[in-house]
């Protein structure tokens, strides 16, 4: 034997043959966990097989899948490959596999062909691959597609055809593709008419307010096939059994790029192929005792509430639109008086802490039980604090935005995000506070949301990691005696009076984007439910790097047929 690794000499050989891969001779050997090859030879003198190259290897876990190559005589023959070689090894199967490149988190698809000499031996390599992939439980089979075509810059259905179909076709899996008519066309179909049964995913193809609509179909579904009311802001939400991929095709990914680390249709569609999972958070959002909306990524106040109804208006000038409205909104400078109390989420770190959230984060490792969320309820209940609010703190104050984000939000735009070290999945969000500051100042919190520099960092901002919140504007008048009562759940969702000017409570006041869109009410309280939901993702990767500061170009560097 030439010694693939010592590794594999550890492990059961599944099936070990000498194979041809492009002008070598290569022994190959796969067993439950890799697929490994080495260059090998013919010693002149003593006629024995040796073995001259590294040995190269992919993970069985980074392998889409094998296929058969119908070779054409002539034309199938590579240029490489020496005449005598070929027609030794006239058969031959392709492996396509994970490839990671260079360019940021991005991943591909590599291709290594195996020339062997007959065909029976060419289809015994393909089902012991394949046969090692089918026993991947995690990976899916059948997927649900929704295609918004109306979404970032309208090529939604082209990027999905081009880019992803071939990829799930590669891999076996099938797909029912619908392309939405209307907007809520994809909730309204996943709440009511899609047999959920027949699938082990639901693939959404369009940007934050896409995956929003996904999210609100398969929550609604959830909790209405287990009769969980809704309107009752502390249920106990079930999360969901399907977990979700997103092909990013809109105008800000956030949370395609917050939870694979890159805004990329090959990417995203290899992380659901490879059948990864990244649980969620997710905020509920009532007003009273009626339910809003759910959130996964940012709930704004003010400056990104205005930011977002200002931009509605302007849908047709695409992704453009937020910069626009950004910059208007800016120059408005305007603030917001309320009260926000909020409950801290205790030993969960802290929003200015440096740890963040990356693949096999250990702050999102555990999900905490029924019998913790009742425990931790009721010392909610028993313990009074400085404030008085049974553990919640009061703040009232003038503010120019009141940001709460359950993950990073980290995307192009900002690539470390609103809130660098929130958690994907520890059941927390975190509470940006900005009050009323001069317009440079403003500007320089802004600014350093693009670079490296601390945007919390000011001491107009304030940051706290909450599990629940609630937010009352300031009614016209003087504060109502709830408010004044300082009991925060009381004050917030109570008999909080309407303005008389309007007859309209939240009127006049700024406004909630919540995921993108703006909610119809000023007063909300907002819970955070730990992991509700799954994606075909695994997290934001440390970056690999090798000596000389490059990441590595793949598992192993096999040779890569396929153009990136
Ligand atoms: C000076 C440069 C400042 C750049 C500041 C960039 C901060 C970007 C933070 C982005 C956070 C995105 C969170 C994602 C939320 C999504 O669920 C939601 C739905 O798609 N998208 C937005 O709300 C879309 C939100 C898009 C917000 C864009 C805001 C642009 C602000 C520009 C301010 C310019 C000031 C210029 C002064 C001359
Ligand atoms: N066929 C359709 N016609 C009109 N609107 C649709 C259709 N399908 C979905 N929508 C709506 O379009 C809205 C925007 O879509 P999407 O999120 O895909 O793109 P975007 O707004 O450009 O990106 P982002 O949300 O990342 O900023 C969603 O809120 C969705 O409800
Ligand atoms: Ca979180």
């Known amino acids: 034997m030439t010694g693939l690794s010592e590794d594999m000499e550890k492990q059961a050989r599944l099936l070990s043959s000498q194979l041809v891969l492009g002008d070598r001779l290569v022994e190959v050997a796969a067993t439950r966990t890799v697929l490994a090859w080495k260059g090998i030879k013919k010693d002149k003198k003593s006629s024995e097989i040796i073995s001259f190259s590294k040995t190269e290897h992919v993970p069985l876990c980074d392998i889409i899948a094998a296929h058969k190559n119908h070779i054409n005589a002539e034309s199938g023959r590579s240029q490489k490959n020496p005449k005598r070689l070929h027609q030794m090894h006239p058969h031959a199967f392709t492996v396509s596999y994970v490839r990671r490149t260079r360019r940021r988190r991005r991943w591909r698809c590599g291709d290594v062909t195996f020339h062997c000499t007959n065909q029976g031996l060419c289809e015994q390599w393909i089902q012991v691959i394949n046969e090692q992939l089918s026993l991947f439980t995690n990976r899916p089979r059948s997927l649900l597609v929704y295609i918004n075509p109306y979404g970032g810059k309208r090529r939604g259905e082209r990027v999905y055809e081009q880019k992803v179909a071939p990829l799930l076709r590669r891999a076996c899996i099938s797909a029912d593709v619908i392309v939405t008519e209307r907007a809520n066309h994809a909730r309204d179909h996943l709440i009511s008419q899609a047999n959920l049964n027949e699938y082990d995913g639901v693939v959404c193809v369009g940007g934050d307010g896409m995956f929003s609509e996904i999210l609100h179909g398969l929550i609604i579904r959830t909790q209405t096939d287990h009769r ?196 994907l999945a520890d059941g927390t969000a975190d509470l940006i506070l900005v009050r009323r500051c001069s317009h440079l100042d403003f500007f320089r919190h802004l600014l350093r949301h693009t670079t490296k520099d601390d945007q919390f960092d000011h001491s107009f901002v304030e940051v706290h990691r909450v599990r629940k919140f609630c937010f009352q504007p300031r009614v ?52 955070v439910h730990g992991q509700l939901i799954r994606l075909f993702a695994r997290g934001i990767e440390e970056e690999q790097r090798q000596q000389g500061g490059r990441a590595p170009e793949g598992p192993c560097s096999p040779r890569d047929l396929e153009p990136s």
């Open 228 to 423: 969980v009311d809704r309107d009752r802001p502390d249920s106990e939400l079930v999360p969901c059994s399907l977990r979700v991929g997103i092909i990013p095709a809109g105008s800000t990914d956030c949370i395609c790029f917050s939870t694979v680390g890159a805004s990329d249709a090959v990417t995203s569609a290899l992380h659901i192929i490879v059948g990864d999972s990244q649980p969620m958070d997710v905020c509920s959002v009532h007003h009273r005792d009626r339910f809003l909306r759910y959130s996964v990524s940012l709930l704004g106040y003010g400056f990104y509430g205005d930011v977002l109804t200002d931009s509605e208006r302007n849908r047709r000038l695409g992704p453009a639109r937020y910069d626009l409205a950004g910059v208007k909104t800016f120059l408005s400078h305007k603030h917001y008086e309320g009260t926000i109390s909020f409950l801290p989420a205790e030993n969960k770190g802290t929003p200015r802490d440096k740890l963040r959230c990356r693949s096999g984060c250990g702050a999102c490792q555990h999900k905490s039980s029924l019998k913790d969320r009742k425990q931790r309820e009721m010392s909610e209940k028993t313990n009074l604090d400085k404030d008085g609010g049974h553990g919640w703190r009061v703040i009232h104050g003038k503010f120019i935005a009141i940001n709460a984000a359950s993950m990073s939000c980290a995307c192009p735009r900002s690539p470390k995000g609103l809130a660098p070290s929130a958690h």
């Open 476 to 527: 016209c008048g003087p504060a109502s005696a709830d408010h004044r009562s300082g009991d925060p759940v009381t004050s917030c969702f109570g008999a909080t009076r309407p303005c008389p000017a309007t007859g309209n409570q939240g009127n006049g006041h700024g406004r909630w984007t919540c995921d993108g869109e703006i909610l119809p009410h000023a007063a909300i309280r907002v819970s």
